[in-house]
């Protein structure tokens, strides 16, 4: 119960970065390195892992008004630090139409862990979103 409530508050607290527009980070944090960036990635693919039903990631699209069903692709090797959480994307394909989607993942501290908590559409077929992470 106590981790559902600190992920309440914590995804409450970053709404606010989405409905404020595009937040400028950078590519890649050449500072996250050794086991933290092996621990983040490992974080967003259990996380991904987690959520694939059937060979299918699924994420509701606000844009598009509709849970997409996704394959996964690969991970992006690019990590940023924003506030106290760390972002990163993977890759994923549309198998139905073949658009690629770029998701970005939002990792935070827990403890002596790190938990991907939700992901966040970034682009498709190469288009920014209005509420993307970065530019």
């Not at 621990?39 to 259990?46: E, L, T, V």
């Amino acid at each position: 119960m106590r981790n559902q409530i600190k992920h309440m508050m914590v995804t409450a607290a970053l709404v606010p970065l989405f409905l404020a527009g595009p937040v400028s980070l950078a590519a890649d944090d050449p500072s996250i390195k050794g086991n933290l960036r092996t621990n983040i990635k490992a974080s967003m693919s259990d996380f991904i892992n987690g959520q694939t039903i059937d060979n299918n990631y699924r994420i509701y699209d606000p844009i598009e008004g509709k849970l997409q069903k996704l394959k996964f692709d690969y991970l992006h090797e690019g990590i940023v630090k924003k506030g106290d959480f760390y972002v990163s994307c993977a890759n994923f394909v549309d198998a139905k139409n073949g658009r690629k989607f770029d998701l970005d993942f939002l990792v935070l501290p827990d403890g002596d862990k790190l938990v991907a908590t939700q992901a966040i559409i970034h682009s498709v077929d190469g288009k920014k979103r209005k509420y993307h992470l970065e530019d």
